[in-house]
């Protein structure tokens, strides 16, 4: 279960690129338990990037996840001998890449879990755009008197 600093950290995080970096946040306040303490007490100089801190090989699935799920490109894709070739990731196989995405399903949902209240309501919404069908859901609730709809 995360800690209200480590939702916090995470929703900072992923607010401030626009990506994915919040769950990288999660994972080093999980490997790291006073990094918030020491990135607010180091000066702007000291404190580095948080890329430091994260394991080499969760920086690559997560890399390879980032690439392949933007890219709309099949699993299969990173065990394509020309993908390996020129990419500067390091190797990796599909039962590693399902592996890491259900960790980072576990992780959203914890997320979501732990920002939504008891009481919420849903917004379901979806179209077609040729051969191809989306849909959006929104949880809509109430932070200090201010409406939050997050996509789900």
């Not at 990094?35 to 580095?48: D, H, S, V």
């Not at 379901?124 to 051969?131: N, V």
Request: charged residues 15%; aromatic residues 8%.
């Amino acid at each position: 279960m995360l800690t209200p600093a480590q939702v916090a950290f995470n929703r900072a995080a992923t607010n401030s690129t626009g990506s994915c970096l919040g769950i990288i946040a999660v994972a080093v306040a999980h490997e790291h338990p006073n990094y918030e303490r020491l990135m607010l007490a180091a000066t702007t100089g000291e404190r580095g990037s948080i890329i430091n801190y994260v394991h080499r090989s969760f920086l690559n699935l997560f890399s390879w996840l980032e690439g392949m799920l933007k890219n709309n490109l099949p699993l299969s894709f990173c065990e394509n001998e020309a993908a390996r070739r020129y990419s500067n990731l390091d190797p990796i196989c599909v039962k590693m890449l399902i592996s890491g995405m259900a960790t980072l399903t576990c992780a959203v949902k914890r997320i979501i879990g732990t920002e939504l209240p008891d009481r919420f309501g849903l917004i379901l919404d979806g179209w077609t755009h040729a051969s191809e069908h989306y849909i959006a859901v929104y949880a809509r609730y109430e932070v200090g008197g201010v409406k939050t709809p997050p996509a789900l």
